[in-house]
């Protein structure tokens, strides 16, 4: 978008600029054509931005969710193909998916130990019904002096899914359906950290070494399981860093995508990611000007999770000669800026991107969308909807 000449309708407010969506949704589909698509909702949380992307999106087949309680108001909301991406132990919202997958919608449960297994199998002896689960199988690369990934899983080898299946032979309420192999170090972990120029090439070898050990591990699991009663419907890998390389596995029936849609500012940090666009951000007034060289927006927050640096911070788009307070940040209320030259008035407009796509949701009902550098509507998000998933 012109930002330079765009008047916000409201502000604070959050901004989705569609044609940049339109064009992210076509390069994305572009890299991944040669599987299937699920949308990673965690980095949507909108309704309506979902179904507008699938609706755009031939190859789509489902969402992957990020909770149970999710899983079943998607559900509700006419999605019918659902893989929620972490174990979960509410059993409310588990019983609460069942009336939907007796009228035929599929619903998958993550699983990478016997404690979560067994839940899901007591819920349907319970309930007189097979609940489809799936293996979250660990990509991460553990090296001797560094763990190169995410710890999350508990399956990393071979021997020790088979020791889980051969403790699972009894339950008779659960079925293996799936495998994900989600290669997060690949994905998610940018090259050109800010302030850490050094670092970039031995994460780029990094990443060379451990696709290669994952690409090898995630296919001999896949081939066991296929080989030895458990034929797989889905084998998922991927994220919005990985297209090109998950898409080339031969293993992968489908990947997940889902940050690449919104290009947030972290994913702008990685070599992966060139010719997306921003397409959704926040806007802040300027409500101050204290000093000379400083003034201060209403409005603040939206310091992306992970581990903390200043990737996680917002992005200043326009205008382009404001700097970020380091002694101070990103306020709870208001934002002091340096201004490098021409502070701009009382009155204008600070365009921001965040870090993080979905992040952005959580703090705003609704998405004011532009089209042609002019509004044009609103989107609700989750939260204008009433809903908070944690």
């Known amino acids: 978008m012109d930002f330079a000449h765009i008047t916000p309708p409201v502000?604070?407010?959050a901004w989705l600029d569609l044609d940049a969506l339109d064009a992210n949704i076509e390069r994305v589909n572009q890299m991944t054509a040669k599987v299937?698509?699920?949308i990673a909702s965690k980095s949507i949380r909108s309704t309506q931005v979902l179904h507008y992307i699938r609706e755009r999106t031939p190859h789509f087949v489902g969402i992957m969710s990020y909770s149970a309680a999710e899983s079943a108001y998607l559900l509700a909301q006419g999605f019918d193909d659902i893989l929620c991406a972490y174990p979960?132990?509410?059993?409310?919202?588990i019983i609460q998916t069942l009336p939907f997958v007796a009228q035929g919608a599929s619903m998958v449960w993550m699983v990478d130990r016997l404690e979560q297994w067994q839940l899901l199998d007591e819920i349907g002896r319970r309930h007189g019904v097979v609940l489809s689960v799936c293996l979250d199988i660990n990509m991460s690369m553990p090296l001797p002096k560094l763990y190169f990934g995410t710890k999350r899983s508990s399956l990393i080898t071979l021997s020790q899914v088979q020791d889980l299946l051969d403790r699972t032979k009894t339950m008779s309420h659960t079925k293996l359906v799936g495998l994900m192999g989600y290669e997060g170090q690949?994905?998610?972990?940018p090259e050109h950290l800010p302030d850490k120029a050094m670092l970039t090439p031995i994460i780029r070898l990094l990443k060379s070494f451990s696709k290669k050990q994952l690409a090898t591990r995630r296919q001999a699991i896949t081939d066991w399981l296929n080989q030895n009663g458990h034929p797989l419907t889905i084998v998922n890998g991927g994220g919005s860093g990985s297209m090109a390389f998950t898409t080339s596995q031969p293993e992968i029936t489908e990947i997940t995508?889902?940050?690449a849609y919104y290009y947030p500012a972290l994913f702008g940090y990685m070599d992966s990611m060139a010719g997306f666009r921003p397409a959704a951000g926040f806007v802040l007034p300027v409500t101050r000007h204290p000093e000379d060289t400083v003034i201060v927006a209403h409005g603040g927050g939206l310091v992306a999770s992970g581990a903390m640096g200043r990737d996680k911070q917002p992005k200043i788009i326009h205008p382009p000669q404001l700097e970020i307070l380091t002694d101070e940040g990103f306020g709870e209320v208001q934002t002091p800026l340096m201004a490098k030259s021409s502070p701009p008035p009382i009155g204008s407009h600070i365009w921001l991107q965040h870090a993080k796509a979905?992040?952005?949701?959580?703090?705003f009902n609704e998405l004011i969308t532009?089209?042609?550098n002019q509004p044009i509507g609103h989107i609700r998000t989750y939260r204008g909807e009433r809903q908070c998933f944690h």
Not at 186 to 189: E, N, P, S, V
Request: contains cysteine; neutral net charge.
């Open 186 to 189: 690949i994905a998610g972990l």
């Open 11 to 13: 502000s604070p407010s």
């Open 88 to 93: 979960s132990i509410d059993t409310a919202s």
């Open 370 to 372: 532009y089209r042609n």
């Open 358 to 363: 979905g992040e952005l949701c959580e703090r």
């Open 36 to 38: 299937g698509l699920r």
């Open 257 to 259: 995508v889902g940050s």
